[in-house]
Nanobody, 118 residues
Framework: QVQLVESGGGLGQPGGSLRLSCAASTSISTIHAMGWYRQGSGKQRELVASIAVGESANYADSVKGRFTISQDNAKNTMYLQMNSLKPEDTAVYYC????????????WGQGTQVTVSS
């Protein structure tokens, strides 16, 4: 069982920055892939950024060049640095972790609200 807890959401201004954190209850070195997803009001949940063992980070076209995903293995935490925020970035942001053993399974955090508005 892996628990993921997001933090760092809140109100950001257009052009501003926010950093989201996702703390895992286990060593993230045992998690095959981790990612950030978001769901705006009335919209489907979509991938924002992901990172997997042995692979380069992957970003949605809408956030390329603005958002950066990273991990700190010592803190068992994944981050999403969000710069040049836009109102359309407003959504609930979810952290996801995928493990392969003992079976493939996806764990989700509870989500954190990000609102971009002046």
């Amino acid at each position: 069982q892996v628990q993921l807890v997001e933090s760092g959401g809140g109100l950001g201004q257009p052009g501003g920055s926010l950093r989201l954190s996702c703390a895992a209850s286990t060593s993230i070195s045992t998690i095959h892939a981790m990612g950030w997803y978001r769901q705006g009001s009335g919209k489907q949940r979509e991938l924002v950024a992901s990172i997997a063992v042995g692979e380069s980070a992957n970003y949605a076209d809408s956030v390329k060049g603005r958002f950066t995903i990273s991990q700190d293995n010592a803190k068992n935490t994944m981050y999403l640095q969000m710069n040049s925020l836009k109102p359309e970035d407003t959504a609930v942001y979810y952290c996801k972790g995928s493990v392969l053993y003992p079976r493939r399974y996806d764990y989700w955090g509870q989500g954190t609200q990000v609102t971009v508005s002046s």
